[in-house]
Structures are given as structure tokens and as C-alpha cells.
């Protein structure tokens, strides 16, 4: 009996069908960004969605495109660093990149030591896009564009 309840816990969990996740991003009063998957108690919230992770899925179209990819995606924000960082969440959800957001707080000592644990440096701003070991430290949107190629990140299709 219990190598059946097993099993079934084992099939229905295999063949649920995956579902995009909400979250939520917004600013407290010290301009610090926050994400969550439950809606805050402010106004002033952006509602981000988190596309499922399709690599090695072949019976998703998507899955072929971003098979390929396989580097890991990080990408530094901060307070201060709009317009940029919307742009670089743009192009990042554009290319259905699998990708972390990590957040830096000059106030927080733990989020200041693993920026620069990461980035290699405190002289440089978000955003920072970091691809497996590629690190690159200036917003610049075409640069980012051709790094994310190399990658293995398809351009989005034109709209018809």
C-alpha cells in the first residue's frame, strides 16, 4: 500500500502541469527594492511574472532555444539604478532568461560583502549582469544584447 501511494505521489507530481509564478516587486521609504510572491501591504507595486523553467522540456516549444543556454543568470539591481534596471529586467524577460535578481543595499553589510564577492569590485553600479563567470559591469544595452546571444539567449521573434 504504501509503494502505490508512493507512486502516485510520484506521477501526479511529474505530470502536474507547470505554472507561471506572480511576483511583486516595490520600494520602501528608504528606496529599497523588495520582492515577494505575496502582494504588500503599499502602493506602488510592480507585479513581475516568472516564466517556468522549460530546459530539457522537449514537449515545449521554448525548450529547444533555450536548451542551449546553460549558464547560470544573476543580475544585480539596486535602489538607485532606474531606468536602467527596468530595461535590463526587459530584456532579460524578452529573451525568456531563466535569471535571479539580486538586490545590493549600501546599508546591509551581508548584501555589500556578496556584491562584491560576486561583481569582484565596489567601484561599479548596478545594474551588473553576470552569465556563468562573464561579468559585465556597465549597463549597456547592446553590449548585454551580444552577451546573452553568445550565451545561448535567442533574440526575441519580431511581432507580425
Not at 21 to 34: C, P
Request: with cysteine; hydrophobic share 40%; aromatic share 6%.
Amino acid at each position: 500500500m504504501m509503494k502505490i501511494t508512493m507512486i502516485c505521489c510520484v506521477v501526479a507530481v511529474l505530470t502536474a502541469p507547470v505554472h507561471a509564478g506572480k511576483v511583486y516587486q516595490w520600494r520602501d521609504a528608504d528606496g529599497r527594492v523588495f520582492y515577494s510572491d505575496q502582494p504588500p501591504p503599499v502602493s506602488g507595486v510592480k507585479e513581475r511574472q516568472i516564466r517556468p523553467n522549460t530546459v530539457g522540456n522537449a514537449s515545449q516549444p521554448e525548450a529547444k532555444s533555450l536548451s542551449v543556454a546553460k549558464d547560470e543568470v544573476t543580475l544585480w539591481v539596486s535602489a538607485a539604478c532606474e531606468p536602467a534596471c527596468s530595461q535590463a529586467l526587459a530584456i532579460l524577460d524578452q529573451r525568456n532568461v531563466q535569471y535571479e535578481v539580486r538586490s545590493v543595499d549600501p546599508g546591509n553589510e551581508q548584501s555589500m560583502l556578496a556584491f562584491f564577492n560576486a561583481v569582484g569590485t565596489m567601484q561599479s553600479r548596478p545594474p551588473i549582469l553576470i552569465i556563468g563567470k562573464q561579468v559585465l559591469k556597465e549597463w549597456n544595452s547592446p553590449m548585454w544584447q551580444a552577451a546573452l546571444s553568445k550565451a545561448g539567449y535567442p533574440l526575441p521573434k519580431a511581432k507580425k
